[in-house]
């Protein structure tokens, strides 16, 4: 199962520094180091470039991010319906609040 490493900053310095230009599944949210969480707010994922699907979020509304390397899209869209599923999916406060939608003929690991 893809392990999420981080958080770090969604700046563009950190995440090119960071984060590898490879399929996989990601989180964002909001840091706030005095209480040292990061509440998540919205779940993706990128079929090709994580670097490049963070970068194009950097300098909006979310400060920090995680993310997970995963071998093909099928496997990131597996990580992101398991976030997803696991930050409450519908019933949850994410932003990011309709059921992501697969990249081709695969079902989410959760729902079927
Ligand atoms: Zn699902």
């Keep these: 199962m893809a392990e999420f ?3 770090i900053l969604l700046d563009q310095k950190t995440v090119r ?5 490879l399929a996989g599944a990601f989180a964002l949210g909001y840091a706030r180091p005095q209480e040292s969480a990061v509440f998540i707010s919205f779940v993706g994922r990128a079929d090709t470039n994580l670097q490049a699907a963070l970068l194009e979020r950097s300098g909006g509304p979310y400060t920090a991010c995680f993310w997970a390397v995963a071998a093909s899209p099928e496997l990131a869209y597996a990580a992101e319906c ?3 599923h696991e930050m409450g999916g519908p ?4 932003d990011s609040a309709v059921h992501p939608v697969p990249p081709g003929d695969v079902c989410c690991p959760i729902c079927e």
């Design 5 to 7: 490493l981080g958080p």
């Design 17 to 21: 520094s960071r984060v590898p230009r």
């Design 82 to 84: 398991k976030l997803w």
């Design 91 to 94: 019933e949850g406060d994410l």
